[in-house]
């Protein structure tokens, strides 16, 4: 991930994918697939795609590209985009909209009352939208010690879980790299996010583990899996280094890492949040195609 801004849903004139030449084209890079029904995956992984990193597509176009490679879901979506995407038969696999941004988070009190405001408001919207999973961020550390950021993400985040138990949605913070990415980034490893999960002690709060971003700050991704696999609701992939397709140009293993995901009974969501390194929308359709057949374990 990069900004908020990339990952929040924006207007755009539609790519026109399935017209004329264009569409031949994007159905030979699909190599024949049909609906989500038909695409002749395995079942036992739940994929989804994440909206930010196609934003070169409009939604429409995204959520026929989705449902062609057999995706049940489109990752990181507002409240404006879910009538599109029950439009196309597709899940909001990750809420998102009620965070302020990635920056300024739960680690910081003076965040609390707005956050509060903010997600009271939202899990509610989620919860009659028949969704489950809402993404939230620590934000930054600015000074601020790994003892004194959890303490004060457990006494910001207190105050909305009873809000999330009785509606049924999931609150889930996500794991992103301070070397790379997101400099100062509080959240930025599996251990400190697994504390968190374990003083809050709530079905209803876990971490989206990011296998990119946690490549970049730890790696030993197959063990962190098997060890904490009970703390994490949520799976995002990409290539490393360069953040491009999961293939056998970077040094992801990514059939052996979704086999130890599917491995731990997971039934969440596994979403593509990789960058198409040819954003040409028959290379991204092809891209999205094979990343997906990649982690089709």
């Not at 699909?30 to 939604?59: E, K």
């Not at 997971?266 to 982690?295: M, N, Y």
Request: hydrophobic letters at 40%; charged letters at 20%.
């Amino acid at each position: 991930m990069t900004d908020l801004s990339d990952r929040m849903p924006v207007a755009m004139s539609r790519r026109g994918l399935f017209q004329g030449a264009g569409a031949l084209a994007l159905g030979a890079s699909l190599g024949g697939a049909a609906s989500a029904q038909g695409s002749g995956l395995q079942g036992n992984i739940n994929h989804s795609v994440a909206r930010w990193t196609f934003g070169d597509m409009s939604l429409p176009d995204l959520c026929i590209l989705a449902r062609q490679v057999g995706l049940g879901a489109i990752d990181l979506c507002g409240r404006d985009d879910w009538p599109t995407l029950r439009e196309h038969g597709l899940e909001s696999s990750m809420c998102n909209g009620a965070e302020i941004s990635l920056e300024d988070g739960w680690a910081e009190p003076d965040n609390h009352a707005e956050l509060v405001e903010r997600y009271t408001r939202h899990i509610d919207l989620v919860a009659e939208a028949g969704y489950t999973n809402l993404i939230l961020f620590s934000g930054n550390r600015r000074g601020m010690s790994d003892q004194e950021g959890l303490d004060n993400c457990v006494q910001g985040l207190s105050q909305i879980l009873p809000r999330a138990e009785a509606a049924g949605v999931v609150l889930q913070m996500e794991l992103l790299n301070s070397r790379v990415n997101h400099p100062d980034y509080m959240c930025d490893r599996s251990a400190w996010g697994v504390d968190l999960c374990r003083r809050l002690d709530s079905a209803n709060f876990k971490l989206l583990y990011d296998i990119y971003h946690m490549q970049i700050m730890e790696g030993d991704v197959i063990r962190t899996i098997a060890d904490n696999h009970q703390w994490f609701g949520h799976y995002h992939t990409a290539g490393n280094p360069g953040r491009n397709e999961p293939d056998d140009s970077q040094e992801l293993n990514y059939p052996a890492i979704c086999r130890a995901i599917r491995d731990t009974g997971f039934q969440g969501w596994l979403a593509q949040e990789f960058i198409p390194s040819d954003k040409s929308p028959d290379a991204a359709a092809a891209a999205l195609r094979d990343a997906v057949l990649t982690c089709d374990v």
